[in-house]
C-alpha cells in the first residue's frame, strides 16, 4: 500500500516547512466560502489539514492505482483507430479515478467545482502522479488551460467551460504549435475568422498537440489577417467536436500513454477567450509559465521513481561479495541523485510559491480596485514576485528538465545490463524523461527567457539578506562558498556585459544562469539545514560542487571558450 | 427506484503487516503496536453498497461496533461517500464474540429501519470467523447470500447476485430486504473523495467531544454536541443506553467462546544452500529436486 505522499519523507518535510499563511490569507480572504462550500477551509490551519487530507488521497491514487499501471500503458500506448484516438486503459482507469476522487479541478473557484488551492500544492500533486506515470500527466497537468480560462475569460465562458474540467467531464489540450512554428510561435498560421453576426471560427493544422483528442481546446490562431507577428494572434476556446479532426497522433521515444496529435480544424466554432491580439503576449505566455512549472513537476516525478529504483536495485544486487550499494562509486552516484532530488525539490516549490504570490496579488488588488480602496503596497508586492516568478520559472524548468535526464541516465547505469532491458521500469523512466527539457520550451528557450533577469540580477536584494545571516558551524563554511559563487557571478557577468557581443551572450547565459542558480538553491538548502539537521549533508554537498562548477563556468567565459563561433562553418565539417 | 443500505465494518488491527515486534513472547499479537485499520473486505462491502446507491440511487449507512477509536473508519466511511455513520460503543460491550457482536449489530439494526441491503465483508482479518454477517442475519430473519462478487441486478421484487463457490461461481437470486457478505476479490474499493475527506475530516463520535471536553475546562459538552450536530460533523453514537438490549447477552457475558489453547508456531527457514549458476549447477539443482520428487 505505497503511498506517494506519506512514503516521500522530503515531499513531507517541504510540506510541514511551506510557510503559506501569507497565500492562504489572500486566497481564502476571510474564509468566506465556508458559509457556501463544507470542504472549504474556516482558517489558515484548517487549509493546511484540507491540502493535507487531499495530497494524501493523490498518494494513494498514485502509489496504489496509477503506478502499478504505468508499464501497461507503456506497452500499450494510447491508440489511434478510424480518426478516433483512445487512451491505454490503464489511463482510462487512473483518469476516471482522479476524477471521481474531485481532483481535476485543484486550482479552480469552489463556484465552478473547483478545489481552490494554491499552484503550489497542485504543483506536489503533479510530482507524485509523475512518479507514478509521467505520461498521466500530461493530461492530468493539463489543468493549467482550466486555469488560464479562469484567469482571462468572461464569467460566461468561465461558467460554462470550467464546471466540464473540474468534474473531471473534460479533458483539455492547448493547440499553439504548428509545423512551421515550433519554438517560435510568432509564426502561427491558423486563421480566426468572423461571419457576419461576429462568431468567430477556426481553420487550419496544428501539430504536436497533446491530448489533442480532448474535448475543450485553448488554441492560438491568427486572427488579424495580413498580420505577420504575434500581435496578430488571439486565443479561442472551442470543443473539440466533429469539426475538429485528428489526422494522426506521433509515435513516440516515451510518454506513450499520452496521444500527442495532428489536428485538422475545419471551421470549428469558437468563442475569443479575453482581449483580441493578446494571444500571444499574455495568455499564451502565461499558459507556458504554468506548463512549464508543471513539467518541472514531472521531471521531479520522474526523478524520484529512478532514483527509488536505483537504490532498491544498489541494496538487492550483489556482486563481488557485496551488495553494489556499498561499492563507493555507486554509493557516490547515488548520493549525488539524492541531493541533486532534494535541491531540485526545493527550487521548484520555492517557484511555486512565487507564482502564487504573484497571482493571487493580481486577484487581490482588482478587489481592492473595485472596492476603491488603496493598492500600492500590494501592487509593489506583485510587481516584485512577478519578476522573480519570470527568472525562476525558466530556471527551475532548465535546471530540473536536466536533471531528470541525468537521474533517469545514472539510475540506469547503476541496474547495468538489466537496466537497459524492458523488465526494470528504469528504461521507461529514461525515455519518459526525454521530452520533458523539449516541451513547453527547451532547455536552450529556458536559458533565454531566464538570462534577462540574471544579467539584471534580480535576486541581488534576496542575496544580499542571506549573506548577511549568520549561519552556525558549518553552515557559516559553506555560506561563505556562496559568497565566492557570488563573487564568481559578478566578475563573470561584468566580462559578459563589458565584451558587448551578441553572439558572446547568447551563449555565455547558459553559464551564467547555472551560476545564479547555484546561489539561490545553495540559499534555500542552508535555510533548510538550520531546521533539519540531515539537510546538512545536502546542503554540503550541493554548495561544494556548485563552488567548483562555479569556476569552471566562469573559467569557461573568461577564457572566451565561444570565441571559436565565428569560424563555425570551418569546424563543421 | 431507490435502496437502503446498511454496511456493516469494523476496525482491526492490520495482520497484514506484522514484523518482529509485534508478536508477544506467548505468540498472541500485541495490538498496541499494530496500526489499526479498515477491516479491507468491509471497505469492498461499502464499495458495492455505494455502487447501488449510484446506480439506483437511495443511500448508504455505515455502522461499526468497537472502541471509541473505531470513529476513524466510520469517518473513512463518510470520506467514501457514505451518507450516514454510526458508531456502537460501550465498556460492557468489550470482549464480545461473534454471538455477542452480531446480537448488538441486530438490534442496532433495526433501529435504521427499513433498509433493503445490509452489506458486511466476508470475515475480518483479525479474527477469520466469517460469523457475524451470517449471525446477524439470522437474527433478524432475513435471507443472506454469502461470498456474493457481484450485485449483478436489483429490482422491486429482487435482487440477483453472483457468489464464489469451489471452482466456479453461481448467480442467485434473493427478496429483499437481504445480507450480503462480500469477498474482497468482487470490486477494488474507491479511493476518498478529496471534497469530502475535507468536509468530515474533523467529524467527531460522542466519545471525542467528550475528550476535547476534558482536556479543555472552557468547553461545555452539550454546546459542543449542539454545534457538531449543525455543522453535520457529530458522529451519532450508541451504547446501552441507547440501545433495547439484554445487558448480559452483551459483551463478555454474552460470549460463550472460549479460547482454548494458543500455540506459538514458529515458522524458521530452513538451511538452504548456495547453487553456481553454471552447467553444473543447474544439473545439480535439478537432480537434487528430483530428488524431492518436486520434479517427476
Redesign the interface.
Known sequence: MPNFFTDNKDILFQFENFNIEDIIELMEGNFEDAKDF????KDNQDAM??YQ??L??VG??AGN?VAPLAAEVDEESAQFDNGKVTYAKGTQEALR?LS????MGFTLPRKHGG?NFPITIYIMAIEMISRADASLMNIFGLQDIAETINKFSSEEQKAEFLPQFASGKATGAMALTEPDAGSDLQAVNLQAYQDEDGNWFLHGVKRFITNGNADIHLVLARSEAGTKDGRGLSMFVCYGDDTVTVRRIEHKLGIHGSPTCELQFNDTPAKLVGKRKFGLIKYVMDLMNGARLGVSAQALGISQAAYEEALSYAKAREQFGKAIYDIPVVTNMLIDMRVTLESNRSLIYATSKWVDRRDKLIERIEHLKEEGKAFQEESAKQKEAAKISALLTPMTKYILTEAANKITYDALQIHGGTGYMKEFSVERLARDARITNIYEGTSQLQIVAAIGGVINDILADHFDKNEKKSYKGTLAGLADRLKEIRELFYEGQKFVVDKNDRYFQDVAAKELVEMYSYLYVGYLLLDEAEINTRKVFIANRYIVSASAMARKNYETIKNEQFSDLLHADEILI | MSYHSIVLVKQVPDTANISGNVMKPDGTVNRAKLPAVFNPEDEVALELALQVKERYGGKVTAITMGPPKASDILRECLYMGADEVCLITDRKFAGADTLATSYVLSETIKKFAPYDFIFAGRQAIDGDTAQVGPQTAEKLGIPQITYAEDVIEVKKDGVTIKRRIDGGNETLKSVMPLLITVIKEATAP??????????Y?NAKSLMEIEKMVESNSLLLLDDLIEEYKA??LFIPTLTTEDLDVDIERCGLSGSPTKVHKIESVILAGGEHEKINPDKEGLGYLVDKLMEDHIFG
Open positions: 463544507n470542504y472549504a477551509p489539514d484540507n487530507k487531499t494524501e488521497i494513494d491514487i492505482i479515478q471521481q476522487a474531485d481532483l478545489l | 474507491r479511493p476518498f473523495r478529496a471534497k469530502l475527506a475535507m468536509a475530516k455543522n453535520g
